[in-house]
């Protein structure tokens, strides 16, 4: 035998690699029951699931071994060793990739899927980084599922004569495949990886066709019914709004009845005080969708509305109420860059956006995660810093809030209290069995819970100290449900409790109906108009309708739920609920009945999305006639288009803007703004960039326009110390010093890196000497304290 013929890996050893990488499978799905085990979300590590979970895994890795088979010999054939290095390494690689997805479905408790799809990579990065990370003992699992894929395979020499009698192997591998398909599974015990390519595959070849010749599919004729009028004393000035938005506020937490009652005394409360929908749906099972579903009453897209390249013609409570008098403003306590927030806010002229970036150093960010991340603001310090800004009183308001403390990581300021504060519920609350299970293993998410309970009561009681609380309406709800938390079926993760309070309202109620985000905006804007000469379009174009005002349970309504990004599964009709192929019956708790046959839901999904899809892809939600104000778009010549694409070609926008920045310290300044004006364009809050937009400016001589843009940075982020710099420098060039002795209060006021520009103070102040003007005289005193 020649030495390429004693050298050449053979199908022996390909089945002794196949079977190493079930071996890894084997050991990636006990890390998934023991996780969730300990988390109380099943109740054995060896249940029927597990081993369904393990059917599963042999039926993928006999996909894997058929698929990989041929080119393993091909490259043998080719050259002894060219095909055991890389298949070796493509199973290894496999293995990571489905211990990343199972690590993430044992914190989201749902597979990822074609939502992938909807999300860009600095999306995802940030997720997993404000998530917790990778953390080391991640890194530590992955090196160990690799080490046991090579040990095994070493182990397997010592078996070597038994696998030896496994041929013809390609034939068991048939068999296995075979036997897997015929094994009904669930999420849990899918192999996460087939879950992800199955469902990007479905998602991207399902076909969405439009085939009705009505333009305009969602416009409605019929005036919607003022169903909230009967219950408000309402006074003669339009009153303000407030909607808060409260991050994974599932109904199993709030209310009588709730599954894992306890932990939001204020919210309870508030129940009984308010209209109360005991059984209203978030339209999205995630943040992505709330704010246009709640506001706006829109339809999703492909990946969520707020997703869409371009935005189509709409009707937002936002734009509505700003046509008619009302300031509008939004805050959060995040980057409102993630899911294109900010984007969206834009589209709507939203008079006022805070954002993670405008808190100033007053305020205290959320404790960092074991990766070294912190989302932004708690929300307690988002309410503070709101109630400290000036409200006209005599001008309407509508408010939108949406919190985060209720996210992972869930770490609330002083986590040792409020955890406290759970220990000493679970011993007074009579809680039992699996409920007392997940919330002792849960601790850290209940207290972020009472956390974030707590900084409502908060917030309630200081808008009583602002102008007009007796003139407010408030609107609570979730943005969906928690998702750590196990869920008791599909619908759970949609199932939120919608809460409307005032000092107006004549007298509490509680529904039982199902409504859902859809509804708010046409009921809140049939109030309005019952009462005030409201100017609006005749005609809208809601994908909702009034709210059901029904006591009792009942279902009268078509709700399509969109579960992730990109993953339109679920359609609610009546009392009847469409997922995973099935038709279940829904009764007065959101249970699932059994399943049956014979509807036809699956059609009017279809249906949907494909009117979803028209209308969003095609700006037919409404007419031109019918738009309160176009939507703002920065507008580009082609041979603008044409540059920009030969520069960019789709890095994050940090990374364009370090081109942008390139070009501008070449003095290639049109080329430098245009790049700026881009990334702006889909990106408004990048304060880096219109901080470079503002010194461009003021290098081009254009100094009006960098005054203009710099305080505008300021007014966006009064922390951030480089819109300051670029202020006084274009103060100093242009020799404005008493602008300049203002903006040294303002800094000192506002920024906690102060410091970083002493010389640039310190040069404002020569100057101020140097004409005779006199400054205050503490401020010498304070950047001694800066520099200390």
């Known amino acids: 035998m020649n030495t390429s013929t004693r050298d050449r890996y ?40 597990f081993f369904i979970a393990v059917v599963h895994q042999i039926g993928y890795a006999s996909l894997v071994g058929l698929t990989l088979v041929f080119p393993f010999n091909f490259l043998e054939n080719l050259r002894p060793g060219y095909g055991f290095g890389p298949i070796a390494v493509i199973l290894a690689l496999l293995l990571l990739v489905e211990a ?70 390609t034939i068991i591998l048939v068999s296995m495949f075979v036997m897997a398909m015929f094994i009904a599974g669930k999420p849990i015990d899918q192999n996460k990886t087939q879950y992800l390519v199955l469902n990007i595959y479905d998602s991207s ?40 938005m409260v991050e994974g506020l599932g109904r199993d937490f709030v209310g009588e009845g709730a599954e894992f009652g306890g932990f939001t005394p204020f919210l309870d409360d508030l129940t009984t005080k308010s209209l109360y929908w005991e059984n209203c749906l978030s339209n999205t099972g995630r943040t992505f969708g709330v704010l246009p579903s709640l506001i706006g009453s829109l339809p999703f897209g492909k990946s969520g509305f707020m997703e869409l390249e371009q935005y189509p013609n709409k009707l937002t409570l936002f734009g509505i109420l700003k046509n008619n008098g ?20 834009n589209s709507e002229n939203v008079d006022f956006v805070l954002d993670k970036s405008g808190f100033g150093s007053q305020y205290t960010m959320q404790a960092e995660d074991a990766a070294g991340s912190s989302w932004g603001y708690p929300d307690k310090e988002l309410f503070k810093k709101s109630m400290s800004l000036p409200r006209n009183s005599e001008q309407p308001r509508m408010e939108v809030y949406m919190t985060i403390s209720t996210h992972e990581p869930f770490v609330p300021p002083r986590p040792e209290v409020y955890e406290s504060q759970v220990g000493q519920i679970l011993a007074n609350g009579g809680y039992e069995g699996k409920t007392r299970k997940i919330i002792e293993k849960n601790a850290n998410v209940f207290a972020s819970l009472l956390y974030t309970d707590e900084a409502l009561r908060y917030v309630f009681e200081a808008y009583k100290e602002q102008p007009g609380y007796d003139n407010t309406i408030f609107i609570v709800t979730g943005d969906h449900r928690l998702i750590p938390i196990p869920q008791r079926n599909n619908l759970s993760r949609f199932h939120v409790p919608l809460i409307i309070y005032s000092p107006m309202l004549k007298s509490p109620r509680k529904m039982g109906a199902i409504n859902s985000h859809f509804d708010v905006a046409p009921s809140i804007t049939a109030l309005l108009q019952g009462k005030y000469a409201i100017k609006m379009p005749k005609k809208v174009a809601w994908m909702g309708n009034s709210l059901d005002m029904n006591i009792g349970f009942r279902g009268v309504k078509d709700i399509p739920l969109m579960r992730n990004k990109n993953e339109l599964k679920e359609f609610i009709s009546g009392e009847k609920l469409y997922t995973e192929g099935k038709v279940y019956t829904i009764d007065e708790n959101m249970d699932l009945g059994g399943s049956f046959g014979g509807s036809d839901l699956e059609a009017r999904l279809k249906a949907f999305k494909s009117l979803n899809a028209y209308v969003t892809a095609n700006d037919k939600i409404i007419p031109d006639s019918l738009a309160l104000f176009s939507v703002p778009k920065e507008q580009f010549t082609d041979s603008e288009i044409v540059w920009i694409n030969s520069v960019y070609n789709g890095e994050n926008f940090d990374k364009v803007y370090l081109k942008a920045r390139a070009l501008a310290f070449k003095k290639e300044y049109d080329k430098a703004l245009l790049l700026c004006r881009y990334i702006l364009s889909e990106s408004p809050s990048h304060i880096d960039t219109k901080v470079l937009m503002g010194r461009v400016s003021v290098w081009n001589g254009d100094y009006g326009a960098s005054i203009r843009i710099l305080k505008e940075c300021i007014k966006m982020n009064p922390n951030y110390i480089d819109s300051y710099s670029a202020l006084f420098d274009v103060y100093y060039w242009s020799d404005r010093t008493t602008e300049a002795l203002e903006l040294i209060k303002l800094v000192e006021a506002n920024s906690s890196s102060v410091h970083e520009i002493t010389d640039k103070i310190d040069r404002a102040k020569r100057q101020a000497r140097k004409k005779g003007i006199a400054f205050a005289k503490n401020t010498d005193a304070k950047l001694a304290a800066s520099e200390n």
Not at 327 to 345: K, P
């Open 205 to 244: 070849t399902e076909d969405t066709s439009y085939d009705s010749s009505v333009e305009f599919p969602l416009i409605k004729t019929q005036k919607t019914k003022n169903v909230l009028g009967p219950y408000f004393d309402l006074k003669d000035e339009k009153p303000n709004l407030v909607f808060i």
């Open 10 to 49: 053979g199908l022996k050893h390909y089945t002794r690699l196949i079977l190493s990488f079930f071996g890894g499978l084997l050991v990636l799905t006990i890390y998934q029951y023991t996780t969730l085990y300990f988390k109380g979300v099943v109740d054995l590590i060896f249940g029927t699931s």
């Open 100 to 169: 990343m997805l199972i690590s993430y479905f044992c914190t989201a408790l749902v597979p990822l899927g074609s939502d992938l799809l909807g999300y860009s990579l600095a999306d995802i990065t940030t997720t997993i980084g404000n998530s917790g990370g990778v953390s080391f003992t991640g890194a530590i699992g992955f090196f160990t599922i690799i080490a046991v894929y090579f040990g095994l395979y070493r182990l397997s020499s010592k078996y070597y004569h038994h696998i030896s009698k496994m041929y013809p192997f």
């Open 326 to 345: 009302y300031h509008t403003s939004y805050y959060q306590g995040t980057n409102s860059a993630f899911d294109n927030v900010d984007r969206f806010l």
